[in-house]
């Protein structure tokens, strides 16, 4: 494809980060704006993963604690998130819980399966932590013990989520990951470190991550790609 016809379907204001960081070449602008949507679809295929694994883990802990109903019940008269300062995440569940209802499609799994990853990062914040037994961590048996130096707390796991939370948002929004947050240049440093943390998390919770990512994990390989279209 030309890149005037490629650059028309796009947006040229979109195209004008992919040109600069070519140094003006379209053909490799068009090529890098190939490999960033490359980049995306293996991320995000990951943090699925990644999210499918946190989301059980975290399930399979509570329902031991509060019951396999744990979730719709956490919202009702007296439940463990009807707390006025947790308004937005009991706002969130009984939402999905109503919309369920009316479709006359509730079960525990689909009700799972409609939150969204922030109310898991959550779960770490310091209410919701203590709302669920303060023993959540106990989802991550293979963690470091904390020292003077790192402190592996409930913060700590907020603070990972959220940074992968944060990427999540980017690939939804159709956000370009080949570059830094401000700027032009290519910089794959960012997805590998993000990669790099999903990977960690994984092995904390006793997860193999190159088995478990067996077949979607491209992203080492896709950086490389776009690392090659570098200016000299």
Same mark, same amino acid.
């Given at each position: ?52 694994? &946190? #989301? =059980?883990? *975290?399930?399979? /802990?509570?329902?031991?604690? +509060? ?60 209410i919701q932590y203590r709302q669920t037994g ?11 013990r904390s020292s003077a130096q790192a402190q592996?707390?409930?913060?700590y796991i907020f603070n990972e989520l959220d940074?992968?939370?944060? &990427? #999540? =948002?980017? *690939?939804?929004? /159709?956000?370009?990951?080949? +570059? ?53």
């Amino acid at each position: 494809m030309k890149y005037k016809d490629f650059e028309r379907i796009i947006s040229a204001e979109r195209m004008t980060r992919y040109v600069q960081a070519c140094c003006g070449d379209t053909r490799k602008a068009m090529t890098l704006y190939r490999y960033n949507v490359e980049l995306a679809q293996t991320a995000f295929a990951i943090i699925s993963f990644f999210e499918v694994a &946190l #989301r =059980n883990a *975290i399930n399979s /802990h509570l329902s031991a604690r +509060f019951g396999n109903e744990w979730l719709k019940n956490s919202v009702m008269p007296n439940g463990i998130f009807t707390l006025p300062i947790l308004s937005k995440t009991r706002d969130i569940i009984y939402f999905a819980y109503n919309k369920l209802q009316r479709d006359n499609a509730y079960s525990h799994t689909k009700l799972l399966a409609e939150m969204e990853f922030g109310i898991w990062k959550y779960m770490f914040s310091p209410i919701q932590y203590r709302q669920t037994g303060r023993d959540l961590l106990r989802i991550f048996p293979n963690r470091p013990r904390s020292s003077a130096q790192a402190q592996y707390n409930p913060s700590y796991i907020f603070n990972e989520l959220d940074k992968i939370n944060t &990427l #999540r =948002n980017r *690939i939804a929004h /159709h956000e370009p990951i080949c +570059f830094p947050a401000q700027g032009e240049q290519i910089y794959t440093d960012y997805i590998r470190n993000e990669y790099q943390k999903m990977q960690v998390l994984l092995e904390w919770m006793g997860i193999k991550s190159s088995v478990f990512l067996y077949g979607i994990d491209h992203v080492n390989r896709v950086c490389k790609k776009i690392d090659r279209l570098k200016p000299v």
